[in-house]
């Protein structure tokens, strides 16, 4: 285990550089960064020189990539155009969007697999047609149409929830965005652990298990979710950075302060610095989260092994 760890994580440093790098290319050919800092106005040359100075635009690319890079390692994602550090504006940011998350991913488990789990046992009956039906009707419709429509009915006509969520973010407000968020996702996760428990039902070792008379909240439990939740857990671990990253309509319809709205904020400025550093922390949880997955595997089935 120890060696496979030693593995991805060496895995892990190409691939962080070669997305760094194309996410900082990518960044650079939106267009002038000064010419979005000046505003309607054109800048002076002068000012526009010294501000290209200033921020290390007036510098080949690759250079800017280099010294980009350099910081990242001592802790500094540079400075957005307001004259704020990149770092105060994670700090901020961050864990708002990791409680929205928290929050989404919980549905996802809590709902999606449960409902994927009834319906997988039961495929062909009622329930199941009405969870497909219903599953399908939610990837359908777009998140800010779901979003637009829970706070209008909860939050405007009804007054369950506040239409805008409270600086503070606090965890309970963020219930509601959060299932916006996991919709989806969730239905994903429903539709793919009813796949995987139909399936797997009809497996070998589950007739084996129920053969041998063994109590059928074991074999649900211990033979036949283990195997069929490989697929889902692979799809959860990967959604963690989508929902991260992914944010931008949910915290724009509830205002809420997350990476998200720094996000939407820095590609509208054209702030650079700020597009680039948060996607550079994104670029880590997926990564992270990909060795979790990989990880889980062996927790999930006992016949993998890791050398």
Known sequence: MGRYVIRR????IPVFFGATLLIFLMVNVMGDPIAGLCGDRQCEPATAARLRAEFGLDKPVWQQYLTYMGNVFTGDFGTAFNGQKVTELMGTAFPVTIRLTVVAIVFEIVIGISLGVLTGLRRGRPVDTGA??????????PTFVTGLLLQL??????????PAVSPDAKLDELLI?????????????????????????????????????????????RHLLRNSLIPVVTFIGTDVGALMGGAIVTERIFNIHGVGFQLYQGIV????????????????VFLLANLIVDLLYAVLDPRIRYA
Request: no cysteine; aromatic share 4%; net charge positive.
């Open 153 to 162: 009915l909860l939050g405007v006509k009804w007054g369950v929830i506040r």
């Open 9 to 12: 994580l060496l895995q892990m």
């Open 269 to 284: 400025r054209q702030s650079s610095q700020t597009v680039v550093g948060f996607v550079t922390v994104l670029v880590l």
């Open 132 to 141: 497909l039906l219903v599953t399908l009707v939610v990837i359908s419709i």
């Open 177 to 221: 965005p959060g299932l916006v968020l996991a919709s989806v996702s969730l239905a994903y996760v429903t539709r793919l652990t009813r796949t995987s428990v139909a399936e797997n039902s009809r497996a070998d070792y589950v007739r084996t298990a129920v053969a041998k008379g063994l109590p059928r909240r074991r074999v649900i439990s």
